[in-house]
Nanobody
Framework: QVSLVESGGGVVQAGGSLRLACTHS????????MAWFRQRPGNERGFVAA????????FYGDFMKGRLTISRDNHKNMMYLQMDSLTPEDTAVYYC???????????????????WGQGTQVTVSS
């Protein structure tokens, strides 16, 4: 069973920044693409950003383009999401997921990921 754990959520004022982190166990960390999704109240889970296996090619969804940096540190088994210029519309639960098969480049489809963390709440106050 693959276990993913997110951290770094919290309450921040509009215009502020947060850095989320995610780690997982029981798969060779650097051989799997990973991604962040978010679920706003009353909405389905939506794609935020993904990073490929290995050196980490990245791509971003439309929600927060220009305000995000996704990265990974394979030596520490960690993936990060730096979020800047946050707005109240960014309030959501943020989830990290690991791609179903190794050596992928990340996808925006939720079905490409077979394990998820429990989510971390991000609340942006106005």
């Amino acid at each position: 069973q693959v276990s993913l754990v997110e951290s770094g959520g919290g309450v921040v004022q509009a215009g502020g920044s947060l850095r989320l982190a995610c780690t997982h166990s029981q798969r060779t960390f650097d051989t799997y693409a990973m991604a962040w999704f978010r679920q706003r109240p009353g909405n389905e889970r939506g794609f935020v950003a993904a990073i490929s296996w290995g050196v980490g090619e990245v791509f971003y969804g439309d929600f927060m383009k220009g305000r995000l940096t996704i990265s990974r540190d394979n030596h520490k088994n960690m993936m990060y999401l730096q979020m800047d210029s946050l707005t109240p519309e960014d309030t959501a639960v943020y989830y990290c997921g690991i791609e179903r098969t190794p050596y992928g480049f990340g996808q925006s489809s939720e079905s490409a990921y077979d394990h998820w963390g429990q989510g971390t709440q991000v609340t942006v106050s106005s």
